[in-house]
Nanobody, 119 residues
Framework: EVQLVQSGGGLVQAGGSLRLSCATS????????IGWFRQAPGKEREGVSC????????YYTDSVKGRFTISRDNAKKTVWLQLNSLKPEDTAVYHC????????????WGQGTQVTVSS
């Protein structure tokens, strides 16, 4: 059974930090890119970041560059998204997802975790 189990969301004040985790099982993690997406109420889902299968290539949407950092440990089959200098506009439900490559369709999805940033 494929699982992407997320943890690490919560409520934080503007300027604070959170670390999201995405622990996976049930598929060939080493062969998959992992992306993070977010969806705020009333807004479309947005791609936030992605790391390729080997961890050497990363992508970030412009609004989070310099503030968020994606990383992965293939031995642990886990990906993290470090969120620093958080802003109220970062408030959303964050999902991790697995795909054969960062810029193609995603096959497997995590359950989502709420990030709320207060001003």
């Amino acid at each position: 059974e494929v699982q992407l189990v997320q943890s690490g969301g919560g409520l934080v004040q503007a300027g604070g930090s959170l670390r999201l985790s995405c622990a996976t099982s049930g598929f060939a993690f080493d062969d998959f890119a992992i992306g993070w997406f977010r969806q705020a109420p009333g807004k479309e889902r947005e791609g936030v970041s992605c790391v390729n299968n080997a961890g050497y290539t990363t992508y970030y949407t412009d609004s989070v560059k310099g503030r968020f950092t994606i990383s992965r440990d293939n031995a642990k089959k886990t990906v993290w998204l470090q969120l620093n200098s958080l802003k109220p506009e970062d408030t959303a439900v964050y999902h991790c997802a697995a795909a054969e490559a960062c810029l193609v369709g995603y096959d497997y999805w995590g359950q989502g975790t709420q990030v709320t940033v207060s001003s």
